[in-house]
C-alpha cells in the first residue's frame, strides 16, 4: 500500500501558473502519474513518468504547458502546470503504477485528488 497525499490545488486566472505536488509514503521503485477528472468526465491520464524520471509521456492537451518531474529521494511528484486554461479545471489525482517501456501506463494506488480551479 503506498499512501499519496496531493497539494497545491486552487484557483488561478487563466494564462496563470500552478505548482502541484505529491507526497509518497514511499515509491519502491513505482512509476508515477498525473490524472485528472472534468466535471461530468472520466479520470484521464495528464502526464507520466518512469521510476528513475529518465521517461516522460505527456498528452496532447498539456504538450508544451506542462511540466512533471519527481524526486526520489524526497518520495515526491510535482506537476508544474503554466499557460492554464478554463478547460483545465478539474480535480487531479496523484498516483503511482506500473509502466513498462511500450505499454501503457498502468495505475495501481491514487490520492484523494486537489481542486484546480481556472477562472478569471
Known amino acids: 500500500q503506498v499512501h499519496l497525499v496531493e497539494s497545491g490545488g486552487g484557483l488561478v486566472q487563466p494564462g496563470g501558473s500552478l505548482r502541484l505536488s505529491c507526497a509518497a509514503s514511499?515509491?519502491?521503485?513505482?512509476?508515477m502519474s498525473w490524472y485528472r477528472q472534468l466535471p461530468g468526465a472520466e479520470r484521464e491520464l495528464v502526464a507520466c513518468?518512469?521510476?528513475?524520471?529518465?521517461?516522460?509521456l505527456y498528452t496532447d492537451f498539456v504538450k508544451g504547458r506542462f511540466i512533471l518531474s519527481r524526486d526520489n529521494s524526497k518520495n515526491r511528484l510535482y506537476l508544474q502546470m503554466n499557460s492554464l486554461k478554463p478547460e483545465d479545471t478539474a480535480v487531479y489525482y496523484c498516483?503511482?503504477?506500473?509502466?513498462?517501456?511500450?505499454?501503457?501506463?498502468?495505475?495501481?494506488?491514487w490520492g484523494q485528488g486537489t481542486q484546480v480551479t481556472v477562472s478569471s
Open positions: 514511499h515509491l519502491n521503485n513505482y512509476a
Open positions: 498516483n503511482v503504477g506500473s509502466w513498462t517501456n511500450g505499454m501503457p501506463y498502468v495505475p495501481i494506488y
Open positions: 513518468i518512469s521510476t528513475t524520471g529518465d521517461r516522460t
